[in-house]
Nanobody, 114 residues
Framework: QVQVVESGGGSVQPGGSLRLSCAAS??????LAWYRQAPGKQLELVAV???????NYEDSVKGRFTISRDNAKNTVYLQMNDLKPEDTAVYYC??????????WGQGTQVTVSS
C-alpha cells in the first residue's frame, strides 16, 4: 500500500527558512513534487524532481527554494529560504509511479507572518 507522509511545516517570519520532508513508501516512484494551495487560490506546482535528479521550479520560488530527493529512502525534501507572506499555503507532496498513478500526502501548513 502506497503511503505519502509530509512533515516539517510551521510558522516563520518573513525572510526565514523551513525544510519540508516527504516520505513515500510502498512503490518505486518516478517524479516527486511539491504543490501548494493558498486560501482562495488554486493548487499550484511549486517544484518537481525526476528520479534522475532533474528539478524544475515555479517562477516565484526560483532562487529561494531547492527540491532534492534521496532515492534510497524514497524521500523528497523542499528547502525554503527567504520565505515571503505569499508563500503561506498548505503544501502537498505528490508521488508519481512509473505507471502514471499519482499519490498525495495529507498536506502540511506553512505560515509566513510577522
Amino acid at each position: 500500500q502506497v503511503q505519502v507522509v509530509e512533515s516539517g511545516g510551521g510558522s516563520v517570519q518573513p525572510g526565514g527558512s523551513l525544510r519540508l520532508s516527504c516520505a513515500a513508501s510502498g512503490s518505486t516512484f518516478n517524479n516527486l513534487a511539491w504543490y501548494r494551495q493558498a486560501p482562495g487560490k488554486q493548487l499550484e506546482l511549486v517544484a518537481v524532481i525526476s528520479r534522475g535528479g532533474v528539478a524544475n521550479y515555479e517562477d516565484s520560488v526560483k532562487g529561494r527554494f531547492t527540491i532534492s530527493r534521496d532515492n534510497a529512502k524514497n524521500t523528497v525534501y523542499l528547502q525554503m529560504n527567504d520565505l515571503k507572506p505569499e508563500d503561506t499555503a498548505v503544501y502537498y507532496c505528490n508521488a508519481r509511479r512509473f505507471d502514471g498513478a499519482l499519490h498525495w500526502g495529507q498536506g502540511t501548513q506553512v505560515t509566513v507572518s510577522s
